[in-house]
């Protein structure tokens, strides 16, 4: 109840976050747009119009996080998670657009000094408050953001903050031209739009990564790898997986136990395990894990195991004086090979022909069938 409630807050977070932004760059893009026409500046114009592309991002972003939070169904058992990352593309993409939008203005006006911005003091002031705004909305989305673990919410982050690095380009361009260096915006711009390309560049291939099911990082993984290992039970971990989804990571675990312990308690090991990590880490959505009594990666490739109906077969054919009197068997897969434990009750071990019989017979097996190592007898009282 806790989780759920814990998911749903957070996906409130998102979406708070997402209408604040929109709410700002509408005011902005009318502010700035209609500033720009009065004061006759292109480019406080231009910049309102990227509070416009502002605008469609957080569009992007409430649409993405209202289909992300829906629970898992039939169709995505795994939840709508990547529904965030595919949008947290789209805006990567739209920034690196944006950042060669810049450096292609830029560069047609060093070609035409004649098109820089005439200095006006209203769109100086302008190109100043939206800094602010801007610059006071990239921190407030991010640390929503770092708290949500949203990527997408951190990517519309950094698309505001580009907007507050276009109004600086915007406000040094004017200011610039005003002290008599008309080609310094030009320089400023460059640098900035290079950084809002790389930005998106970053946020495209983090998101690729996970699309296409890259691994934590490193460091995680071994962080992983050792909280499992210290789990009473685990003797060792021959596989371990891991992904992301949106925020959150799934991991993949193949445990080794002791081989003489029953399914249930093996079971109850990989509950603890997957409890722990889930507790431990919070990126950790879901684990699954798959309990091994040995390190099996490679066995029975060249052949198909005995099964239990093979094995049951088997000692009927061999123990057919005795088949009735069999209460149950065990079987253990163990190196490539199978032991068998036969329970039989205890009068058969008081008659010495029958055990005489048994032991013939254990042996015979073990000589004709080269997929069982060992046949062990044991006698309920």
Avoid at 12 to 37: E, M, W
Avoid at 281 to 296: N, S, T, Y
Avoid at 303 to 323: C, G, N
């Amino acid at each position: 109840m806790s989780e759920a409630t814990d998911t749903v807050k957070m996906d409130k977070l998102k979406a708070r976050a997402s209408y604040v932004g929109a709410a700002v760059n509408v005011t902005q893009t009318l502010i700035k747009i209609g500033f720009g026409i009065l004061g006759q500046s292109a480019a406080l114009i231009a910049d309102g119009i990227h509070s416009l592309s502002d605008l469609l991002s957080d569009l992007l972003v409430i649409i993405a996080v209202r289909l992300g939070s829906r629970e898992a169904d039939h169709d995505h058992p795994y939840g709508h998670r990547r529904f965030e990352t595919i949008a947290t593309v789209i805006l990567g993409i739209s920034l690196i657009g944006i950042g060669g939008g810049i450096a292609w203005s830029v560069m047609e006006r060093m070609g035409n000094p004649e098109h820089l911005p005439v200095p006006n003091e209203i769109s100086l002031a302008v190109a100043a408050v939206s800094i602010l705004i801007n610059e006071w909305l990239y921190h407030y989305t991010k640390r929503i953001a770092k708290t949500t673990r949203s990527k997408l919410l951190l990517a519309n982050a950094w698309h505001q903050r580009s907007d507050a690095l276009t109004s600086v380009v915007v406000l040094f361009g004017i200011g610039a031209v005003m002290l008599g260096y008309p080609l310094a915006d030009a320089i400023a711009a460059i640098v900035v739009a290079l950084m809002v390309a790389k930005i998106g560049l970053t946020l495209v291939v983090g998101s690729i990564k996970e699309l296409v099911d890259t691994s934590l990082p490193p460091a995680v993984v071994t962080e992983i790898r050792s909280s499992i290992m210290a789990i009473d039970g685990v003797e060792g971990i021959h596989l371990l997986r891991s992904r992301h989804m949106g925020e959150d990571a799934l991991i993949d675990a193949h445990i080794v136990v002791d081989p003489r312990i029953t399914v249930s308690e093996g079971h109850m090991i990989g509950d603890i395990v997957r409890d722990d990590l889930i507790k431990r880490f919070d990126d950790v959505m879901d684990v699954l894990v798959h309990v091994d009594p040995e390190d099996d990666e490679g066995l029975f490739e060249d052949s198909k195991p005995l099964t239990r109906a093979d094995v049951q077969s088997l000692l009927d054919e061999y123990m057919v004086e005795v088949k009735t009197a069999i209460e149950d068997f065990r079987i253990h897969y163990l190196d490539g090979q199978i032991e068998v434990e036969v329970i039989l009750p205890f009068a058969l071990a008081e008659d010495s022909i029958k055990r005489t019989y048994l032991t013939k017979q254990c042996k015979l097996i073990r000589t004709r069938i080269k997929k069982i190592d060992n046949v062990f007898l044991f006698f309920k009282l």
